[in-house]
């Protein structure tokens, strides 16, 4: 009678795969949770501590690291000798392994977990018999995906269980077990470093590192600089994030979370310049990122400012000289790769919120024309511009922008005309090829109003509210060109 041990933590569909294989006559070993879960739903199934003759112990620690379960396992059946070896050591051979593991990334991914946790959902047993059995594909079927169940159990009514089939069921083994273990060195590589204070002095804080890619602050080298401040790393995230959305040499300066300056160029000079002109104020004590190498004539211009950090793929040698000179400055090197998959994790009390990156990526055929005036060149470029910048401005966020650069950000305000106001107000220029981007629909014409007061000729916003068309007869009235995106960008 063939043997079939299973073991798993993702019970979905176990009790009808044991009953399947019951009915083509597997004898089945189980343990814990999942042996319950048989029992009661009327399968026969016998403990682990039968086939092994020996009791779990060390509250379950040790119950399938055993010659008789491993031996059954692993024998080559191709080698008379072993198959003589189990007979005298009265060690049955095992057919099937059905396991997967402790729920090791649910577990550290509570907030609140402890090392002791995350130490007690370190599986053992499970991950030494799947790579036990996966070794002897040849012989045993070894399945760790639920999804799995019903194929083999097809294949097994059909007689068609081939070595090749067990064979890419051993390939995911190794895959699950890589990821497994691959969790649990993120978890415990994590560094925990106590910052000086929070926010503000009378708040302790720290950063704990989930990450050591090097396309993350995580995984950031700082070449030079005292360590960083909470504040230096929220602003940090938030500039390396805006700066990653660009293929063309940028450069992004931000304050308080939002960008107070971008600028594009055809070097990162002149990308860098086009930044400062944007706002040569607000950028005084503020982030810096920038998507290439930082070399000495940058260097230079950046040394003559003072910044709390600067982000960079590379400082030349000649810069980190220059950039140096200043004790406290901190100078990151981080990889420039866009990950469009990664998550924003955001704590709230009694809990956290997790969402997709706003990545949505808008190109100029997606965009439509509502009003009777069309964009020119120079305001499609600048629309497309500050439509990448406003997904990092807080909302309600309206922006001015041309083709280069930012030219006047209002952020953060409770109504999006405020911000609007705010932007005009800080604008560094106002012309034909300078346009008013808005992260979220006009609610009634009055920003169209204001901008057109002040000889704004172009408008991107996202449309959608219910008075859109009086927000377009108000753009037709002062001949503006004003386009839709359908997605917004609203950033708390």
Not at 72 to 77: F, N, S, V
Not at 188 to 214: D, I, M
Not at 484 to 490: D, I, K, P, Q, Y
């Given at each position: 009678?063939?043997?079939?041990?299973?073991?798993?933590?993702?019970?979905?569909?176990?009790?009808?795969?044991?009953?399947?294989?019951?009915?083509?006559?597997?004898?089945?070993?189980?343990?814990?949770?999942?042996?319950?879960?048989?029992?009661?739903?009327?399968?026969?199934?016998?403990?682990?501590?039968?086939?092994?003759?020996?009791?779990?112990?060390?509250?379950?620690?040790?119950?399938?690291?055993?010659?008789?379960?491993?031996?059954?396992?692993?024998?080559?059946?191709?080698?008379?000798?072993?198959?003589?070896?189990?007979?005298?050591?009265?060690i049955d051979l095992i057919d099937m392994v059905v396991v997967n593991l402790y729920p090791f990334k649910e577990t550290v991914a509570n907030p609140d977990v402890t090392e002791a946790d995350a130490i007690e959902n370190i599986d053992i047993g499970g991950p030494t018999?799947?790579?036990?059995?996966?070794?002897?594909?040849?012989h045993v079927t070894t399945i760790v995906h639920p999804s799995d169940y019903n194929e083999v159990i097809e294949r097994l009514k059909n007689d068609n269980l081939d070595a090749a089939y067990r064979k890419s069921l051993m390939v995911k083994v190794f895959e699950h077990?890589?990821?497994?273990?691959?969790?649990?060195?993120?978890?415990?590589?994590?560094?925990?470093?106590?910052?000086?204070?929070?926010?503000?002095?009378?708040?302790?804080?720290?950063?704990?590192?989930?990450?050591?890619?090097?396309?993350?602050?995580?995984?950031?080298?700082?070449?030079?600089?005292?360590?960083?401040?909470?504040?230096?790393?929220?602003?940090?995230?938030?500039?390396?994030?805006?700066?990653?959305?660009?293929?063309?040499?940028?450069?992004?300066?931000?304050?308080?979370?939002?960008?107070?300056?971008?600028?594009?160029?055809?070097?990162?000079?002149?990308?860098?310049?086009?930044?400062?002109?944007?706002?040569?104020?607000?950028?005084?004590?503020?982030?810096?990122?920038?998507?290439?190498?930082?070399?000495?004539?940058?260097?230079?211009?950046?040394?003559?400012?003072?910044?709390?950090?600067?982000?960079?793929?590379?400082?030349?040698?000649?810069?980190?000289?220059?950039?140096?000179?200043?004790?406290?400055?901190?100078?990151?090197?981080?990889?420039?790769?866009?990950?469009?998959?990664?998550?924003?994790?955001?704590?709230?009390?009694?809990?956290?919120?997790?969402?997709?990156?706003?990545?949505?990526?808008?190109?100029?055929?997606?965009?439509?024309?509502?009003?009777?005036?069309?964009?020119?060149?120079?305001?499609?470029?600048?629309?497309?511009?500050?439509?990448?910048?406003?997904?990092?401005?807080?909302?309600?966020?309206?922006?001015?922008?041309?083709?280069?650069?930012?030219?006047?950000?209002?952020?953060?305000?409770?109504?999006?005309?405020?911000?609007?106001?705010?932007?005009?107000?800080?604008?560094?220029?106002?012309n034909d090829d300078v346009v008013m981007v808005s992260d979220g629909f006009f609610p009634m014409d009055d920003t169209v109003e204001l901008a057109a007061q002040h000889g704004i000729k172009a408008i991107i916003q996202p449309g959608g509210s219910i008075k859109d068309?009086?927000?377009?007869?108000?753009?037709?009235?002062?001949?503006?060109?004003?386009?839709?995106?359908?997605?917004?960008?609203?950033?708390?």
């Amino acid at each position: 009678m063939k043997k079939a041990v299973l073991s798993v933590s993702n019970k979905r569909g176990i009790v009808e795969f044991a009953q399947s294989l019951t009915e083509l006559d597997y004898e089945l070993y189980s343990t814990g949770g999942t042996m319950k879960a048989i029992q009661e739903a009327g399968v026969a199934v016998k403990s682990i501590s039968e086939l092994t003759q020996f009791d779990e112990i060390m509250d379950g620690r040790v119950k399938t690291l055993h010659p008789a379960v491993h031996g059954g396992i692993l024998a080559d059946r191709d080698k008379p000798e072993h198959l003589t070896q189990l007979k005298e050591q009265d060690i049955d051979l095992i057919d099937m392994v059905v396991v997967n593991l402790y729920p090791f990334k649910e577990t550290v991914a509570n907030p609140d977990v402890t090392e002791a946790d995350a130490i007690e959902n370190i599986d053992i047993g499970g991950p030494t018999m799947l790579r036990a059995a996966a070794k002897n594909f040849k012989h045993v079927t070894t399945i760790v995906h639920p999804s799995d169940y019903n194929e083999v159990i097809e294949r097994l009514k059909n007689d068609n269980l081939d070595a090749a089939y067990r064979k890419s069921l051993m390939v995911k083994v190794f895959e699950h077990t890589n990821e497994y273990d691959a969790a649990i060195v993120e978890f415990f590589n994590q560094s925990k470093e106590t910052l000086r204070y929070g926010e503000n002095p009378q708040q302790s804080a720290h950063f704990v590192r989930t990450s050591n890619a090097k396309q993350t602050l995580g995984g950031a080298k700082q070449l030079h600089g005292k360590q960083l401040s909470y504040n230096n790393i929220k602003d940090a995230d938030a500039a390396l994030a805006l700066v990653k959305e660009f293929q063309q040499p940028t450069a992004v300066a931000v304050k308080h979370m939002n960008p107070c300056g971008v600028g594009i160029g055809n070097t990162i000079d002149e990308a860098f310049q086009h930044t400062f002109e944007a706002d040569s104020q607000s950028i005084f004590g503020g982030i810096v990122a920038l998507n290439h190498t930082v070399g000495e004539s940058l260097a230079t211009k950046l040394h003559e400012i003072f910044l709390e950090v600067v982000i960079a793929p590379k400082f030349t040698d000649e810069a980190l000289s220059i950039l140096s000179q200043k004790k406290n400055i901190r100078l990151l090197e981080i990889d420039m790769t866009l990950d469009k998959n990664e998550q924003e994790v955001v704590s709230v009390s009694g809990g956290y919120l997790v969402q997709d990156k706003d990545n949505v990526a808008i190109k100029r055929e997606d965009i439509t024309v509502v009003t009777n005036e069309t964009p020119t060149e120079a305001q499609w470029e600048a629309m497309l511009l500050g439509w990448k910048v406003v997904a990092s401005v807080k909302s309600n966020a309206v922006i001015l922008s041309n083709a280069k650069q930012t030219v006047g950000i209002g952020a953060g305000q409770m109504n999006r005309v405020g911000s609007a106001q705010i932007a005009i107000e800080r604008a560094i220029e106002i012309n034909d090829d300078v346009v008013m981007v808005s992260d979220g629909f006009f609610p009634m014409d009055d920003t169209v109003e204001l901008a057109a007061q002040h000889g704004i000729k172009a408008i991107i916003q996202p449309g959608g509210s219910i008075k859109d068309q009086a927000s377009i007869d108000m753009a037709n009235k002062h001949g503006i060109a004003m386009v839709t995106t359908g997605v917004r960008h609203f950033k708390h």
